[in-house]
């Protein structure tokens, strides 16, 4: 078998009497697309610098294609973009880009990866010129010049623009159609939920779910329905609609009604029976929101977990 990007096993890191990652087990195998989520706090970052060895362990280890972390990064086979990394601000971005390809055995010339990253504009401009979308994206290039096969990135779109954000992505897509192994850690569900193969995530310390975006999703049972009772009979279909089949959660603002059922089918069938003013029908699978909401929110050591047979 392949072996894998990234092992991390029974891993744990405490400071004092906290314990900020928990004994997690984590296999990432080559190739994957692995989004790593969580509240503030949670311990993404840490596990983030415990995989990439730039913290020590209490317990557990870490390994990157079988090897020490340090190794596999000297080797150039990784490149991280970490919330706390530096540009010096009175270089050019392609001196900088050029000052880390320098440390590498075979990187990527620094025109190609200012192209990767979408920045050969911005080749002569000075880093501390740079707005904060501008500055991301050139760190961005310092991360890929290794030519790297595995990614690992700590809020990488932090600070873009929409049209910034989409742009990544779009580089990032080219990079994995070539086989890039890429960990991210981000606060944009939307992200993972487009461009993750898998997601990971994580609560006071612990991994509670572990699966494809669709596998997380289901965790939150049943659908929502969104509908508007016109005619001003509002009021009168109140009650009515409490008593819905399969309903367990209702909201009203003035004449629109949302609800949670776990039968949306039934459910749809008794509403348009009763409530034949019912109008404007909307019925939708939960989020990503939901189901991070309903995750997070959980006791850590009771919280669902997906696993996905890794």
Known sequence: MTTPAIQLSSLRKDFGHLHAVDGIDL?????????????NGAGKSTTIDLTLGLSRPTAGSATLFGADPRAAIVSGRVG????????????????????????????????DAMER????????????????GQLQRARFAVAVVSDPQLLILDEPTAAMDVESRREFWRS???????????????????EADSYADRIVIMNAGRIVA??????????????????????????AAAEVIR????????????????L????????????????????????????????????????PRTAHTITEGV
């Open 27 to 39: 296999t990432v195998r080559q190739g994957e697309v692995l989004a790593l989520l969580g509240p």
């Open 80 to 111: 991280a973009m970490l919330q706390g990394g530096a540009l010096l601000p009175e270089t050019t971005v392609s001196q900088s880009i050029a000052l880390v390809a320098a440390a590498h055995r075979a990187p990527l010339s620094v025109a």
């Open 117 to 132: 990253a979408g920045i050969s504009e911005l080749a002569h401009q000075r880093v501390s010129k740079l707005s904060g």
């Open 172 to 190: 990032m897509r080219e990079l994995t159609a070539q086989g890039t192994t890429v960990v991210f850690a981000t606060h944009y569900l939307d």
């Open 210 to 235: 572990d699966g494809t975006p669709a596998e997380v999703k289901a965790v939150v049972s049943g659908r929502s329905l969104r509908f508007a009772v016109t005619g001003g009979g509002a009021d």
């Open 243 to 258: 008593s819905l089949p399969a309903v367990r959660d209702l909201r009203r603002l003035a004449d629109v009604f949302t």
């Open 260 to 299: 949670v059922s776990d039968d949306s089918d039934s459910t749809l069938r008794e509403l348009l029976r009763r409530v034949p003013d019912a109008r404007d029908i909307e019925i939708t699978s939960h989020s990503m929101d939901d189901a991070f909401l309903a995750l997070t929110s959980a006791a």
